[in-house]
């Protein structure tokens, strides 16, 4: 079950910031606000889900700043870059850098509602494939050496036979590994199991 999503509204302008609250609050959304990065960063416990929406220029550390942090991090968080229309250049290299929508101001509310939902999907999505991915390693750490050795074989595309004889073993016991692996995996078929040893190797 995923955490319900939280907009993280992050600004200096503490104007702009019950603005922002405002809009999405009267949408039925559970809003965060914050007056600066760092303020965000302290609270990073309760910041695993949903989106971040932050104006670009901040004292202290940037939005620019802040989205480094956020992808050093590992978060499964898209950032909205809110930007002044001095800022286009800089908001241009924020896409770039990994924030998921710009506003550009004067935006109106139905445009920032808009990219809050767009960019919540989109974390959902991500939080979703890390966690399915975190339970995918957590199955393969569960095979034994050997175990191991035959699956990375089966996706070689190895058939038993050959398996058993470069690794030393009768046909019968590769078969036994092949079934243990698939119950550890928790594999519906070759294929599953092989896409999800790949998708693995591709993280």
Known sequence: MTAPSIVHVIDDDEALRDSIRMFLVNEGMDVRTYASADAFLANLGSASTGCVVTDVRMPG?????????????????PVIVITGHADVPLAVRAMKTGAVDLLEKPFKGDALIDAVRRAVAVGRDSQLTAL??????????????????????????????????????????????????????????????????LDIGRR
């Open 132 to 197: 399915s991915t975190q339970e995918a390693q957590s199955r393969l750490a569960m095979l034994t050496a050997r175990e191991t050795e035959v699956l990375g074989r089966l996706v070689r595309g190895q058939p038993n036979k050959i398996i058993a004889y470069e690794m030393g073993i009768s046909p019968r016991t590769v078969e036994v590994h092949r079934a243990n692996v698939m119950k550890k995996t928790q594999a519906g078929s070759l294929s599953e199991l092989v896409r999800m040893f």
């Open 61 to 77: 550390k940037s939005g620019m700043d802040l989205l480094v942090e956020i992808a050093r991090l590992g978060l499964a968080l």
